[in-house]
């Protein structure tokens, strides 16, 4: 190296940081003086450590882009949102939505609402997000219920806190519903564009910059880029710079990011191969209906217009097939280390199945359309990166599948993400004002998980321009506000997914009632009508209406009644009972008791619903209440903003450091943080009490 300059590698020893951070320093002109030889740098051995994050960031607009592409200014906004995925889509609609200039940017205007894994909204705890959204005012019930093709309620034979919907989509419909929304929508510009820089001015998001030097001017910016950062998709040995199904990666902005001190990180994921309905045998396979009676995902759809268009079906892998993979799993990425990013454990490849679960003879499948106007098929749970020629063996070995013509090949992709615990619970960076994050960028996984996200990030910043309250959602309103929770509070080592045991209080966080607990806060921020918020009122108050009834009408004992009781496995009446105290018991149903209750009003399904689970849970609601009183309690309960927590006596080390690094909003936040203890609690409390 030439004398007065070290290499990236000496400078990351010397400052403690990666390599690969140094050199995005370097590339981004974060580190004054730097010279650049080739692919590599020379650092002034003298030169200070960029900044690391926490603190205000700088980040020089660059005059020009790499190659001396001129920059030029391409106008303004308020919030530019980079990436029209999931997440992109649903803080575009609510920023321009509330009333500001907002300008949203994808790489391909064609995969606006892309789902690049299966085609299907909804499932356990996902379906609870999307009943969520919804409610908030955002858009992916309402896009899911016009492209579903089938509906099934998941886990209808446990209690109603589990419920969860999912509904298959036609995939290129859901996306041209989306992509309409979009350009129909006041206040929003949508382009085609890959987004390279952002400019930050002391502290503060002052731009955006496209790949071809168009520079737009802004007040907040949303990063939303899903799997195209640094993308990288897998196929055994075939590695390749690519975002999803063969569009282009984005590689630019990571160094950008980067530099502002923002903490990235490798996450991977995989999809399974998609064949040719036409080559495949159904008569080996078992058929999945959709259900007879459909429950939309809006509570604005009408249910009656709703028909179930498609079926699925069932298969299994077999002995053949695990052993094809374990003869060949010298040649799987994941078992190679070709694949560095961590993926999800609650979507594992079929590879990682057969290695963990040894003793399984099978694992099932489910062959699902991805259509109505395409032959694709979806064979989920068979994610793979095993090289083509081995997953056709794999494949070929599933009954009902022998012939199938793969149309695309199974892939693993491999993209940067943020480390959440940089964000706020606004989802706001905590190195750059008005900078914020969603999605998959945000390290969650699943459509529903991005769409949450960026809802509330596009809330935000909104909130944040119109100088108006923020929305930060609590672990109790809502699988929203668990999902973000965890998220910036506890961190995630993998992509996260959401599923009903992620929250404490699944019994008052049901789906059937998003509307109920989030609809009002929809109306406060300025996405739900008035109208709206008062059908919702008078549903609640139907539902009250209906319990009181309920409770005050008795039924007399009689022999048909008491037949009909013993039919259902309890006990005849002796004295009578008024109808709720029959609803309570386990084997009765609100339906089921419809030819006793002569009054019974016509209320539609979901008010006597509501009022059905209200009766027979009521002890449990009323436990889980008490425990968000407690938790209420100490959330209200804010730390201050600039606490110097390395000054707090009696807090240990380790949560010196933790809630210097995460810097919690409450006390309740803060008890989450892995490594503070309740003892560190106590000890704040005390010190606070003390230093008032
Ligand atoms: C191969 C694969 C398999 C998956 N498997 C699963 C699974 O099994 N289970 C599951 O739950 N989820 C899975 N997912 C994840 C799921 O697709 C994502 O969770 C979801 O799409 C995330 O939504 P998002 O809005 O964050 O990002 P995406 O939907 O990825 O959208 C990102 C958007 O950002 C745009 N963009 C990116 N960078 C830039 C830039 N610099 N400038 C402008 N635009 C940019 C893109 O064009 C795109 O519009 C999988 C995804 C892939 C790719």
Same mark, same amino acid.
């Given at each position: 190296?030439?004398?007065?300059?070290?290499?990236?590698?000496?400078?990351?020893?010397?400052?403690?940081?990666?390599?690969?951070?140094?050199?995005?320093?370097?590339?981004?002109?974060?580190?004054?003086?730097?010279?650049?030889?080739?692919?590599?740098?020379?650092?002034?051995?003298?030169?200070?450590?960029?900044?690391?994050?926490?603190?205000?960031?700088?980040?020089?607009?660059?005059?020009?882009?790499?190659?001396?592409?001129?920059?030029?200014?391409?106008?303004?906004?308020?919030?530019?949102?980079?990436?029209?995925?999931?997440?992109?889509?649903?803080?575009?609609?609510?920023?321009?939505?509330?009333?500001?200039?907002?300008?949203?940017?994808?790489?391909?205007?064609?995969?606006?609402?892309?789902?690049?894994?299966?085609?299907?909204?909804?499932?356990?705890?996902?379906?609870?997000?999307?009943?969520?959204?919804?409610?908030?005012?955002?858009?992916?019930?309402?896009?899911?219920?016009?492209?579903?093709?089938?509906?099934?309620?998941?886990?209808?034979?446990?209690?109603?806190?589990?419920?969860?919907?999912?509904?298959?989509?036609?995939?290129?419909?859901?996306?041209?519903?989306?992509?309409?929304?979009?350009?129909?929508?006041?206040?929003?510009?949508?382009?085609?564009?890959?987004?390279?820089?952002?400019?930050?001015?002391?502290?503060?998001?002052?731009?955006?910059?496209?790949?071809?030097?168009?520079?737009?001017?802004?007040?907040?910016?949303?990063?939303?880029?899903?799997?195209?950062?640094?993308?990288?998709?897998?196929?055994?040995?075939?590695?390749?710079?690519?975002?999803?199904?063969?569009?282009?990666?984005?590689?630019?902005?990571?160094?950008?990011?980067?530099?502002?001190?923002?903490?990235?990180?490798?996450?991977?994921?995989?999809?399974?191969?998609?064949?040719?309905?036409?080559?495949?045998?159904?008569?080996?396979?078992?058929?999945?209906?959709?259900?007879?009676?459909?429950?939309?995902?809006?509570?604005?759809?009408?249910?009656?217009?709703?028909?179930?268009?498609?079926?699925?079906?069932?298969?299994?892998?077999?002995?053949?097939?695990?052993?094809?993979?374990? !003869?060949? @799993?010298?040649?799987?990425?994941?078992? $190679?280390?070709?694949? /560095?990013? +961590?993926?999800? &454990?609650?979507?594992? #490849? %079929?590879?990682?199945?057969?290695?963990?679960?040894?003793?399984?003879?099978?694992?099932?499948?489910?062959?699902?359309?991805?259509?109505?106007?395409? !032959?694709? @098929?979806?064979?989920?749970?068979?994610? $793979?990166?095993?090289? /083509?020629? +081995?997953?056709? &063996?794999?494949?070929? #070995? %599933?009954?009902?599948?022998?012939?199938?013509?793969?149309?695309?090949?199974?892939?693993?992709?491999?993209?940067?993400?943020?480390?959440?615990?940089?964000?706020?619970?606004?989802?706001?960076?905590?190195?750059?004002?008005?900078?914020?994050?969603?999605?998959?960028?945000?390290?969650? #996984?699943?459509?529903?998980?991005?769409?949450?996200?960026?809802?509330?990030?596009?809330?935000?910043?909104?909130?944040?321009?119109?100088?108006?309250?923020?929305?930060?959602?609590?672990?109790?309103?809502?699988?929203?506000?668990?999902?973000?929770?965890?998220?910036?509070?506890?961190?995630?080592?993998?992509?996260?997914?959401?599923?009903?045991?992620?929250?404490?209080?699944?019994?008052?966080?049901?789906?059937?009632?998003?509307?109920?607990?989030?609809?009002?806060?929809?109306?406060?921020?300025?996405?739900?009508?008035?109208?709206?918020?008062?059908?919702?009122?008078?549903?609640?108050?139907?539902?009250?209406?209906?319990?009181?009834?309920?409770?005050?009408?008795?039924?007399?004992?009689?022999?048909?009644?008491?037949?009909?009781?013993?039919?259902?496995?309890?006990?005849?009446?002796?004295?009578?009972?008024?109808?709720?105290?029959?609803?309570?018991?386990?084997?009765?149903?609100?339906?089921?008791?419809?030819?006793?209750?002569?009054?019974?009003?016509?209320?539609?399904?979901?008010?006597?619903?509501?009022?059905?689970?209200?009766?027979?849970?009521?002890?449990?609601?009323?436990?889980?209440?008490?425990?968000?009183?407690?938790?209420?309690?100490?959330?209200?309960?804010?730390?201050?903003?600039?606490?110097?927590?390395?000054?707090?006596?009696?807090?240990?080390?380790?949560?010196?450091?933790?809630?210097?690094?995460?810097?919690?909003?409450?006390?309740?936040?803060?008890?989450?943080?892995?490594?503070?203890?309740?003892?560190?609690?106590?000890?704040?409390?005390?010190?606070?009490?003390?230093?008032?």
């Amino acid at each position: 190296m030439i004398k007065g300059y070290i290499s990236a590698a000496e400078a990351a020893k010397k400052w403690g940081i990666t390599p690969r951070r140094v050199q995005n320093y370097c590339a981004a002109g974060a580190i004054e003086g730097v010279i650049r030889f080739g692919r590599s740098y020379g650092i002034p051995e003298n030169a200070p450590k960029p900044n690391d994050g926490r603190k205000s960031a700088v980040y020089e607009e660059k005059t020009q882009l790499p190659g001396g592409i001129p920059i030029y200014e391409a106008g303004q906004c308020k919030v530019a949102v980079i990436g029209a995925g999931h997440a992109g889509i649903e803080a575009a609609l609510a920023a321009a939505r509330l009333g500001l200039d907002t300008i949203i940017f994808t790489i391909n205007l064609d995969a606006i609402g892309n789902m690049p894994c299966n085609p299907a909204i909804g499932g356990t705890g996902k379906g609870h997000l999307v009943r969520e959204i919804d409610a908030l005012g955002g858009e992916m019930a309402v896009a899911s219920d016009k492209a579903a093709i089938q509906y099934r309620m998941l886990n209808r034979g446990k209690g109603p806190a589990v419920h969860s919907l999912r509904a298959q989509c036609d995939r290129r419909k859901y996306q041209e519903i989306m992509k309409h929304t979009l350009e129909k929508q006041a206040n929003l510009q949508v382009k085609q564009a890959e987004v390279v820089e952002i400019g930050v001015r002391d502290g503060r998001v002052c731009s955006v910059t496209t790949a071809t030097g168009a520079r737009f001017r802004c007040e907040a910016a949303i990063i939303a880029t899903g799997t195209y950062l640094k993308g990288k998709t897998i196929v055994g040995e075939v590695v390749r710079d690519s975002g999803p199904d063969g569009l282009a990666a984005a590689g630019e902005l990571s160094a950008c990011l980067e530099a502002m001190g923002l903490p990235l990180r490798r996450f991977k994921t995989g999809t399974p191969p998609r064949v040719n309905a036409r080559s495949v045998d159904y008569s080996r396979m078992e058929v999945q209906p959709g259900d007879e009676v459909i429950e939309p995902f809006s509570f604005q759809t009408d249910a009656s217009t709703l028909v179930n268009s498609r079926v699925c079906y069932l298969t299994y892998t077999n002995a053949e097939t695990h052993g094809a993979i374990k !003869e060949n @799993l010298h040649r799987s990425p994941i078992y $190679s280390g070709v694949i /560095e990013g +961590v993926g999800p &454990r609650y979507c594992p #490849s %079929i590879e990682t199945k057969v290695m963990t679960f040894p003793d399984k003879p099978r694992h099932q499948l489910f062959v699902e359309p991805m259509g109505l106007n395409t !032959e694709e @098929l979806y064979i989920q749970g068979f994610s $793979s990166s095993m090289p /083509e020629e +081995v997953q056709l &063996r794999m494949m070929r #070995s %599933i009954p009902g599948l022998e012939n199938a013509e793969m149309m695309r090949c199974a892939y693993a992709i491999e993209y940067d993400c943020v480390d959440p615990t940089a964000l706020h619970p606004t989802l706001e960076t905590k190195a750059v004002s008005g900078l914020y994050g969603a999605g998959q960028f945000n390290g969650s #996984s699943g459509y529903e998980e991005a769409a949450a996200q960026g809802l509330v990030a596009g809330i935000n910043a909104a909130m944040k321009i119109l100088g108006r309250e923020s929305m930060v959602l609590r672990r109790s309103d809502g699988y929203i506000g668990t999902l973000i929770d965890d998220l910036v509070t506890k961190g995630t080592e993998e992509p996260y997914r959401m599923m009903t045991s992620r929250t404490e209080y699944r019994l008052i966080l049901r789906q059937d009632n998003a509307d109920e607990r989030l609809c009002h806060i929809g109306n406060r921020v300025g996405l739900v009508s008035d109208e709206r918020l008062e059908a919702v009122k008078e549903k609640y108050a139907a539902v009250e209406k209906e319990m009181y009834r309920l409770e005050h009408t008795g039924l007399a004992p009689s022999e048909e009644l008491n037949s009909f009781l013993e039919a259902k496995g309890t006990a005849a009446v002796l004295n009578g009972s008024s109808l709720a105290d029959l609803i309570r018991r386990p084997q009765i149903s609100y339906a089921a008791l419809g030819e006793f209750d002569k009054e019974r009003p016509a209320l539609p399904k979901a008010v006597w619903e509501q009022a059905e689970i209200r009766i027979k849970y009521e002890g449990y609601i009323r436990r889980q209440m008490k425990q968000v009183e407690e938790f209420t309690r100490l959330e209200k309960r804010l730390l201050p903003e600039n606490m110097d927590y390395s000054g707090v006596i009696g807090l240990r080390l380790e949560a010196r450091e933790k809630l210097g690094q995460i810097r919690p909003r409450s006390f309740g936040q803060a008890s989450r943080i892995s490594g503070v203890s309740p003892a560190d609690i106590a000890a704040l409390m005390v010190y606070l009490e003390n230093n008032k």
